[in-house]
Nanobody
Framework: QVQLVESGGGSVQAGGSLRLSCAVFGYTSCTYGMSWHRQAPGKEREFVSGIPRDGSTSYTDSVKGRFTISQDNTKGTLYLQMNSLKPEDTAMYYC???????WGQGTQVTVSS
């Protein structure tokens, strides 16, 4: 059984920064291929950024140049550095193990104008 625990969310003003973390407890193999997703009120959950097994990175267009995904290879902890935050980034952010299909409980990010 694998458990994903997000942290680092909070409330910031537009233009501010936050760094999200996702710790993985359980199967190490579940850290190979992970991603961040978000869900705003009344909207569907959407992909934000991913880092598959080969270490490449991908981003949804709306966050390119502002968000950076990374992973600590020794611990498997996943990060999302979010800069130049906008009110439209407000959402619950979830990490996912794409390999194991497991989700974290989410961490709230609120950006005020």
């Amino acid at each position: 059984q694998v458990q994903l625990v997000e942290s680092g969310g909070g409330s910031v003003q537009a233009g501010g920064s936050l760094r999200l973390s996702c710790a993985v407890f359980g199967y190490t193999s579940c850290t190979y291929g992970m991603s961040w997703h978000r869900q705003a009120p009344g909207k569907e959950r959407e992909f934000v950024s991913g880092i598959p097994r080969d270490g490449s990175t991908s981003y949804t267009d709306s966050v390119k140049g502002r968000f950076t995904i990374s992973q600590d290879n020794t611990k498997g902890t996943l990060y999302l550095q979010m800069n130049s935050l906008k009110p439209e980034d407000t959402a619950m952010y979830y990490c996912k193990s794409d390999t194991c299909g497991s989700w974290g409980q989410g961490t709230q990010v609120t950006v005020s104008s």
